[in-house]
């Protein structure tokens, strides 16, 4: 964890390749969105992106370190949550675990419901 800290630096963050839009990250295909929020909060608003060919996993924040090994580390993981703060925080983890694929997806529940008009799905299919 000390050594993917002391990356984090402006001249790492200020390029923005640790995040990825909603639609960037939709357009991958063959890739996975690590969904950490907790269980109650998916519960009530999930996420199917079959359409797209991206799988999701719901590991709660909390859970990841017991969990982690379930993702693959060949493939794209967009980490989301609905504020942004527990996907930062998974997305800091797996770096440390040498996940090199690993995105902190930048949106929310409204930005992803936005991004999924009709068009956008159509395109996609």
């Not at 797996?94 to 999924?116: C, D, M, P, Y």
Request: aromatic share 12%; net charge positive.
């Amino acid at each position: 964890m000390d050594n993917t800290l002391k990356k984090m630096k402006l001249s790492y963050l200020g390029t923005g390749k640790h995040k990825i839009a909603v639609k960037s990250f939709l357009e991958q295909r063959d890739a996975i969105f690590l969904d950490v929020r907790a269980k109650e909060e998916v519960e009530t608003f999930q996420f199917n992106f079959q359409h797209f060919n991206i799988e999701v996993i719901h590991i709660p924040i909390d859970e990841l370190p017991d969990r982690f090994k379930e993702l693959p580390k060949n493939k794209v993981i967009g980490a989301f949550c609905s504020s942004g703060t527990r996907s930062a925080w998974a997305y800091i983890y797996l770096l440390s675990k040498g996940f090199e694929k690993v995105k902190w997806i930048e949106a929310g529940n409204e930005e992803i419901a936005g991004a999924l008009k009709p068009g956008f799905i159509f395109k996609n299919l």
